[in-house]
């Protein structure tokens, strides 16, 4: 489902990061939760376009490595790097079945990438992968869907997304439609929104430890653009939550 979906949105889905809620809110909260990255070494999992790898690189990563199971989008990401050479490299793979690499890397980051397992012992298997491409250590840093947000909060369409459950139910947790709201064509999105004790308990199965969740927020830049009442809503009903833990 996840492979699919993806390939058909191709390189449309850089615009995900101009709407207000990436821009001021998933990108800053994200970048800021995983620090300084001068000097280390970052695995970029379901890398997307590379939004975050080339972002990585040019904060001072030494090697960023961007793994995506879509074909399509490790194209679009490769096609970013001819246009603007960074030195980041694209694979893909699929996260469940990630082969041995070639090195152990500092830092490996999950951007709504946990949340497509299809159960919860495929989740483990994706975390015991990610444990093994890490160093002694190594910080593993999540970003996904909140795990229990509530669909009957005020609209997100003001920051430039729909979320809404689709009524199905996984073994992780419901099933949910994300729908970029984008001009000219909307793009949406479905997956799974895996509940709490789901990712802790699938980490700890795998040797992860130091588990802290990371509320999102919003920028200094996103409250001069739109002033503090505008984002509300989107503080007391955040639909993303960030997780950080060590390996």
Not at 72 to 98: C, F, K, N, T
Not at 124 to 152: T, W
């Amino acid at each position: 489902m996840s492979v699919q979906q993806y390939d058909e949105i191709g390189e449309a889905f850089e615009g995900f990061k101009s709407l207000p809620l990436m821009r001021y809110g998933e990108v800053p909260s994200f970048l800021g939760m995983v620090g300084d990255v001068s000097g280390k070494s970052v695995l970029d999992l379901a890398c997307g376009t590379g939004f975050y790898s080339r972002e990585f690189k040019r904060r001072g990563a030494t090697d960023v490595l961007g793994v995506d199971i879509s074909v399509e989008m490790i194209a679009a990401a490769r096609a970013s790097e001819q246009r603007d050479p960074l030195g980041v490299r694209y694979e893909v793979g699929d996260v469940a079945e990630l082969p041995p690499l070639d090195r152990r890397f500092d830092i490996s980051v999950g951007v709504q990438c946990l949340n497509y397992a299809e159960d919860i012992a495929a989740m483990e298997h994706m975390c015991r992968n990610i444990h093994r491409s890490l160093v002694p250590g190594g910080e593993f840093f999540v970003l996904a869907q909140k795990p229990d947000y509530r669909f009957d909060c005020p609209s997100l369409d003001t920051y430039g997304f729909r979320c809404e459950p689709t009524g199905e139910e996984a073994e992780t947790g419901p099933q949910v439609r994300v729908t970029a709201l984008l001009d000219p064509r909307p793009i949406s999105i479905v997956a799974n929104a895996p509940r709490r004790e789901v990712y802790e308990q699938c980490l700890r199965a795998t040797g992860f430890g130091a588990l802290e969740w990371v509320p999102l927020q919003v920028s200094d830049a996103g409250i001069r653009e739109f002033g503090e009442d505008f984002w509300a809503d989107l503080l007391t009903h955040p639909p993303l939550e960030m997780l950080r833990c060590r390996a």
